[in-house]
């Protein structure tokens, strides 16, 4: 047995922002690196979905495009995908089809619309989850953009932007030791390696809690209303994060930390070095809706 | 003694598994309109991580032998998907239906069963099941569970219930929170110890852990093959884990609740998060008292 190792009471001495400090050796955005610092958007809107958990498509785009403005300091959400997709790009949409909690189709087309009317062709965009492996557009793929549902995970912790990347290797339970924690190892595969443009973690309905493998259970969901845009995936995560695990302290009144522990957004930063987890380097902009916003 | 009864007990287990033929057999062609809608799928071992990805690795841990997936439709209606997991034990399908048990209601079908928002999963012998449909109305919620009973009455074989439950203070417990394993990467989903297997646990072990109803500590308790294995492995929590606490059983952690351990025989029973010292003095006590 080895002398040290890393114990539920060492996650207790570092609770809060001390347990997310580290440095970043490796950023996957240079001008991000540059800064230091990761600019991150939470968008919210009280009527994006209904008591059913039905998307409005109008909101919905509203959402995107006001996040993207936001993110990029820009006058139109036109401006903004001109500059992470140029005409001659080749896009992967990297979506996530969970039957229970799946990207809204009204994003996937939302999406796909706007980085049309940045001039890339309609054949050279596909969107795809379980089978980018052999989705020619992702084997040519130039850029890629990412987005799924944030939810508890029974292994990893939970599931966002940085797991979505799992379909990408030919061998997924290569990344499963402890709870996962390398998965920020898969952004550095050549097919996805620089690439990735835009990570969206959808918060609409998350998933705060799940008992066992692939469990869902709409108790265990609320409607945030919600969007965290970035270019940083690790930063989209930590927020994702945090907002996840106030909600778990709403519902079952008391600090209740994930199971598992959430290893590898961490360790995306401190180890794999491809973004910013410490909360103290994301700028993070508010926008819109702030009831029950918990962060 | 008691502990080569226990292994008997595991080893006449009926552990063949059935043929994939053997295993369709135990499913209808349709019912209640539901017809097999596409061919039926099989996954043994690490080729689950086809079907899902990480989760996988939950059944893996628990023996995990053969996956029959299997999905149903009918005009109009949301589809029916049936999974029969054969763990191989007893012990492991239970296991499997307490890592996601306290979702919600008890059904009386195969040993043990609960059903809610459309998902009914029990156990039965050495199969663990679930049959699920995506939105549940009446007509789903009847059709999920007679599928589910017609299962059921087709495995013949009984399994027991693992030995070590019967050391649980009955009534004191939330029975929702009881989970049973073998493995430290299942503790650590339920209750994170650490990284490292401090506690020793292997596939001959026997773990159940609780949440204690009076002040909502965790009661792990883990029986080993032999009093030296529980003695090393008390040996190697109490070093890593409460370091200080070499001259005393329990200590105050960083959260301000309490930890303690015991080694009895060949049992270990530890409290965590116990809501005093004398809350988990108390509990550590009244287990000891109740091995044998």
């Given at each position: 047995?080895?002398?040290?190792?890393?114990?539920?009471?060492?996650?207790?001495?570092?609770?809060?922002?001390?347990?997310?400090?580290?440095?970043?050796?490796?950023?996957?955005?240079?001008?991000?690196?540059?800064?230091?610092?990761?600019?991150?958007?939470?968008?919210?809107?009280?009527?994006?979905?209904?008591?059913?958990?039905?998307?409005?498509?109008?909101?919905?785009?509203?959402?995107?495009?006001?996040?993207?403005?936001?993110?990029?300091?820009?006058?139109?959400?036109?401006?903004?995908?001109?500059?992470?997709?140029?005409?001659?790009?080749?896009?992967?949409?990297?979506?996530?089809?969970?039957?229970?909690?799946?990207?809204?189709?009204?994003?996937?087309?939302?999406?796909?619309?706007?980085?049309?009317?940045?001039?890339?062709?309609?054949?050279?965009?596909?969107?795809?989850?379980?089978?980018?492996?052999?989705?020619?557009?992702?084997?040519?793929?130039?850029?890629?953009?990412?987005?799924?549902?944030m939810?508890?995970?029974?292994?990893?912790?939970?599931?966002?932007?940085?797991?979505?990347?799992?379909?990408?290797?030919?061998?997924?339970?290569?990344?499963?030791?402890?709870?996962?924690?390398?998965?920020?190892?898969?952004?550095?595969?050549?097919?996805?390696?620089?690439?990735?443009?835009?990570?969206?973690?959808?918060m609409?309905?998350p998933?705060?809690?799940?008992?066992?493998?692939?469990?869902?259970?709409?108790?265990?969901?609320?409607?945030y209303?919600g969007?965290?845009?970035?270019?940083?995936?690790?930063?989209?995560?930590?927020v994702g994060l945090k907002i996840i695990e106030a909600q778990?302290?709403?519902?079952?009144?008391?600090?209740?930390?994930?199971?598992?522990?959430?290893?590898?957004?961490?360790?995306?930063?401190?180890?794999?070095?491809?973004?910013?987890?410490?909360?103290?380097?994301?700028?993070?902009?508010?926008?819109?809706?702030?009831?029950?916003?918990l962060i | 003694?008691?502990?080569?009864?226990?292994?008997?007990?595991?080893?006449?287990?009926?552990?063949?598994?059935?043929?994939?033929?053997?295993?369709?057999?135990?499913?209808?062609?349709?019912?209640?309109?539901?017809?097999?809608?596409?061919?039926?799928?099989?996954?043994?071992?690490?080729?689950?991580?086809?079907?899902?990805?990480?989760?996988?690795?939950?059944?893996?841990?628990?023996?995990?032998?053969?996956?029959?997936?299997?999905?149903?439709?009918?005009?109009?209606?949301?589809?029916?998907?049936?999974?029969?997991?054969?763990?191989?034990?007893?012990?492991?399908?239970?296991?499997?239906?307490?890592?996601?048990?306290?979702?919600?209601?008890?059904?009386?079908?195969?040993?043990?069963?609960?059903?809610?928002?459309?998902?009914?999963?029990?156990?039965?012998?050495?199969?663990?099941?679930?049959?699920?449909?995506?939105?549940?109305?009446?007509?789903?919620?009847?059709?999920?569970?007679?599928?589910?009973?017609?299962?059921?009455?087709?495995?013949?074989?009984?399994?027991?219930?693992?030995?070590?439950?019967?050391?649980?203070?009955?009534?004191?417990?939330?029975?929702?929170?009881?989970?049973?394993?073998?493995?430290?990467?299942?503790?650590?989903?339920?209750?994170?110890?650490?990284?490292?297997?401090?506690?020793?646990?292997?596939?001959?072990?026997?773990?159940?852990?609780?949440?204690?109803?009076?002040?909502?500590?965790?009661?792990?308790?883990?029986?080993?093959?032999?009093?030296?294995?529980?003695?090393?492995?008390?040996?190697?929590?109490?070093?890593?884990?409460?370091?200080?606490?070499?001259?005393?059983?329990?200590?105050?952690?960083?959260?301000?609740?309490?930890?303690?351990?015991?080694?009895?025989?060949?049992?270990?029973?530890?409290?965590?998060?116990?809501?005093?010292?004398?809350?988990?003095?108390?509990?550590?006590?009244?287990?000891?008292?109740?091995?044998?």
């Amino acid at each position: 047995m080895s002398e040290s190792t890393m114990t539920r009471r060492d996650f207790l001495r570092t609770t809060g922002a001390a347990a997310l400090v580290g440095t970043a050796r490796m950023s996957l955005l240079a001008e991000q690196n540059a800064q230091n610092k990761a600019r991150i958007i939470l968008i919210r809107h009280e009527n994006v979905v209904d008591k059913d958990g039905k998307v409005d498509r109008a909101i919905i785009e509203e959402m995107l495009d006001e996040a993207m403005v936001k993110l990029f300091n820009v006058e139109s959400a036109d401006k903004a995908w001109t500059q992470i997709v140029k005409p001659s790009d080749v896009v992967g949409i990297k979506t996530n089809v969970w039957r229970y909690l799946r990207t809204p189709l009204e994003l996937e087309d939302a999406m796909k619309r706007r980085i049309m009317a940045a001039g890339v062709q309609e054949k050279n965009i596909d969107i795809d989850d379980r089978g980018v492996l052999s989705n020619p557009i992702f084997a040519q793929a130039t850029a890629l953009i990412n987005a799924r549902p944030m939810r508890a995970h029974n292994w990893s912790g939970v599931g966002g932007c940085l797991k979505n990347y799992i379909m990408f290797t030919p061998n997924p339970p290569d990344y499963h030791p402890e709870s996962c924690i390398d998965l920020g190892a898969l952004w550095k595969l050549p097919i996805v390696n620089g690439k990735t443009r835009l990570n969206i973690l959808v918060m609409l309905t998350p998933q705060f809690h799940c008992l066992g493998p692939h469990h869902f259970d709409k108790e265990f969901t609320w409607p945030y209303k919600g969007m965290i845009v970035g270019t940083d995936p690790v930063a989209v995560d930590a927020v994702g994060l945090k907002i996840i695990e106030a909600q778990r302290t709403v519902y079952f009144k008391e600090e209740t930390p994930m199971r598992p522990p959430v290893r590898h957004i961490k360790a995306a930063q401190e180890k794999h070095g491809i973004g910013i987890a410490d909360p103290r380097r994301i700028d993070l902009v508010k926008v819109g809706w702030t009831e029950g916003i918990l962060i | 003694m008691p502990v080569i009864l226990l292994f008997l007990t595991f080893a006449m287990t009926p552990s063949d598994t059935l043929t994939q033929t053997a295993m369709q057999e135990l499913l209808p062609t349709s019912l209640r309109g539901w017809d097999v809608s596409e061919p039926t799928r099989f996954y043994s071992g690490r080729e689950i991580f086809r079907y899902m990805d990480g989760a996988g690795e939950v059944y893996l841990a628990y023996g995990f032998r053969r996956l029959l997936v299997q999905r149903y439709a009918r005009p109009n209606h949301e589809e029916i998907l049936v999974e029969i997991f054969d763990m191989g034990l007893a012990r492991s399908a239970f296991g499997a239906f307490t890592n996601m048990g306290g979702r919600g209601p008890v059904v009386d079908i195969g040993q043990g069963g609960e059903f809610k928002t459309g998902l009914l999963s029990f156990w039965k012998g050495r199969y663990f099941v679930c049959v699920m449909i995506d939105r549940e109305d009446d007509e789903a919620a009847h059709a999920v569970l007679e599928l589910g009973k017609w299962i059921s009455a087709k495995i013949k074989e009984q399994g027991s219930k693992p030995d070590i439950l019967r050391f649980l203070p009955d009534g004191s417990y939330a029975s929702s929170s009881l989970r049973y394993f073998f493995r430290n990467e299942i503790l650590n989903i339920h209750y994170y110890v650490a990284d490292a297997n401090l506690l020793h646990l292997h596939e001959q072990t026997d773990a159940v852990l609780v949440r204690m109803i009076s002040d909502k500590s965790y009661l792990l308790l883990v029986q080993y093959p032999t009093s030296e294995q529980a003695d090393s492995a008390c040996i190697d929590f109490s070093r890593h884990y409460m370091p200080e606490g070499r001259e005393k059983r329990i200590i105050q952690t960083e959260n301000k609740k309490w930890t303690g351990c015991v080694r009895h025989k060949n049992f270990l029973v530890v409290v965590f998060d116990g809501g005093s010292q004398a809350q988990a003095q108390n509990l550590l006590e009244d287990i000891r008292r109740r091995l044998p």
